[in-house]
């Protein structure tokens, strides 16, 4: 799975600065023309969740992003490119400290500009089996939409967010305008906590059954939870 987040960096990198190399190897002393590094350091625990009664495996995987070019300017021009785009992402964290010296004599190159970015990496885990003790009975149900809206405390729409319904195995992702959907659900039965999470921050709504207008959901991912 970590391949996977892998190949969606090199192509996140790619929609940032156009065409360019992109290698997942630590930073060389110098490298043939314009290059951007994706180095995984470290993993780390991924952030707390509290999604259902088996919440997924969750990884905190640490990448170190540099640089390379003929021109440190234009080096320098990448880098921010990439730094700003990572922070205006909800699928991102990023840490701007400076690494140790150490780290650098151990890639055997100068120490030069650089962040890491840390990306949640989520592995759904399988419910336990349960033995049936009473025979099946196969209930009809109607089905219905559940439309909503993320917006952050000022009423600015966030998109990107991960939106959950643990309860149906069902996700999706909020829009540019903090829209999302799920086409259908039961409309009759409880369905169950709605998850947000994003920027290493969650939120569990409580619906007790789909309403019939959208639901607006006011959530802060850069401080402190909020409904």
Not at 78 to 86: I, N, S, T, V, Y
Not at 166 to 180: I, M, N, R, V
Not at 211 to 224: K, R, T
Request: without cysteine.
């Amino acid at each position: 799975m970590i391949e996977q987040t892998d190949s969606l960096l090199k192509d996140w990198v790619v929609r940032v600065l156009g065409t360019v190399p992109v290698t997942l190897s630590f930073p060389a002393t110098s490298q043939a023309g314009p290059s951007v590094s994706l180095y995984l350091m470290a993993l780390a625990p991924g952030f707390p969740s509290n999604g259902g009664p088996r919440p997924p495996a969750q990884l905190g995987l640490r990448y170190l992003v540099t640089t390379w070019a003929d021109a440190p300017e234009q080096a320098h021009r990448m880098l921010g490119r990439l730094a700003f785009a990572a922070m205006d992402s909800s699928e991102f964290e990023v840490d701007l400290d400076p690494l140790p010296v150490e780290v650098w004599l151990a890639f055997a190159t100068a120490p030069r500009p650089a962040f890491v970015l840390r990306v949640l990496l989520r592995l759904e885990r399988p419910k336990p089996d349960k033995f049936v003790r009473v025979p099946l009975v196969v209930r009809s149900a109607s089905l219905t939409a559940l439309r909503g809206r993320v917006l952050s405390p000022e009423g600015v729409p966030l998109p990107g967010l991960r939106v959950d319904l643990p309860s149906l195995q069902l996700s999706t992702q909020t829009d540019e305008g903090g829209h999302f959907l799920f086409p259908a659900i039961p409309s009759e039965s409880p369905i169950g906590p709605l998850h947000i999470s994003g920027k290493g921050h969650e939120l569990d709504i409580t619906l007790e059954r789909p309403a019939d207008e959208p639901i607006v959901i006011h959530f802060n991912p850069l401080g402190e939870k909020g409904a």
